[in-house]
């Protein structure tokens, strides 16, 4: 068991690896193309940062781990707003001046509802997993019109063009690129076997180990971007990168189970693990949109997310 602890942690890092050279290599390249930096921050790097776990869910869904690839997409949305922005704004609280972000938002939070919606049932479906695919598009596509239409002055765009790579030739943009994509799905793989034994051996549910251990290892990247970039002053640039990525994660993350492997859900995901999602979802969007101005996630309000996430983690290893 030790073995396969250190196999997971050995691929996790080889995943999150990938995953930065990927987003270094597309984003280099797109520049070079002349696609403006802000539109490859809010949908190439965005998109990237999901990266890990749109492959980890591909991976389990193939081996027949659907709730795994479930547990994945709703696991690291709540690890993404209790751990990491609760880390985060507890470090440094985090002033949300960006109105980009705030339109952001209720897409995030619209997608959970649908999300919410879709595996009330218990059961994901093909049509489901499509609908959620073809809105990812749709949401890039929504994401990059965004960009074209921010306000004069946006905090957001001077932080998306200063993390943005520039004068990167453009063959080694292409190397990197490549790079990435080699090592994600291997990496992928690996992990998600080393993950499944490891759950075994505690007795643990697919499901479990999708919204505990692998949830929690594929944000780790998340969590580094986001204290590099309060550590930098970029706090929308923090808040944008979660709040992208709890988007794919439902839009991309979960439409890969509905896609490669349609079937029942398991019932805690529906009743318990969707509506803490949703919850941690709409107490952020509380804590974040104010039309008056600017707002703040401050310090009692990192710890209200970092109680929210032991609560949870206690709480599901219990029941198993």
Not at 306 to 318: K, M, S
């Amino acid at each position: 068991m030790i073995v396969e602890a250190l196999l997971f942690l050995l691929w996790l890092v080889v995943l999150s690896w990938g995953a930065d050279r990927f987003v270094f290599g597309s984003s280099a390249l797109a520049r070079n193309m002349g696609i403006s930096p802000m539109i490859i921050g809010l949908t190439i790097v965005a998109m990237g940062s999901s990266a890990p776990e749109i492959m980890v869910s591909a991976t389990a869904s193939l081996n027949g781990n659907t709730d795994t690839a479930i547990g994945n997409a709703i696991g690291s949305n709540i690890t993404n707003i209790a751990l990491v922005l609760g880390l985060t704004a507890l470090l440094k609280p985090l002033t949300v001046a960006s109105t980009t972000l705030k339109r952001e938002m209720p897409v995030m939070l619209g997608v959970s509802l649908l999300a919410t919606y879709f595996l009330a049932d218990l059961y994901l479906s093909l049509n489901e997993g499509i609908v959620l695919f073809i809105l990812f598009f749709f949401t890039i596509g929504g994401l990059a019109w965004m960009s074209y239409h921010m306000e004069k002055g946006d905090p957001l765009e001077q932080e998306t063009h200063d993390e943005v790579p520039d004068g990167v030739p453009t063959k080694s943009a292409v190397i990197w690129l490549l790079v990435g994509l080699v090592l994600l799905p291997l990496s992928a793989h690996f992990m998600v076997e080393s993950a499944v034994e490891i759950a075994r051996h505690f007795g643990l549910s697919d499901l479990v180990i999708g919204l505990t251990i692998i949830a929690i290892g594929t944000s780790l990247p998340e969590l580094a971007a986001s204290i590099a970039g309060v550590l930098k002053g970029e706090d929308d640039l923090a808040l944008g990168n979660i709040i992208g990525s709890n988007i794919f994660n439902i839009l991309a993350v979960m439409a890969m189970p509905g896609l490669i492997s349609p079937g029942a859900v398991d019932p805690d995901a529906a009743s318990r693990d969707i509506y803490t999602m949703l919850g941690l979802s709409i107490l952020l969007v509380l804590f974040c949109f104010n039309i008056r101005g600017s707002r703040r996630i401050n310090r009692y309000e990192a710890v209200a997310f970092l109680g929210c996430f032991v609560a949870y983690q206690y709480f599901v290893f219990n029941q198993g």
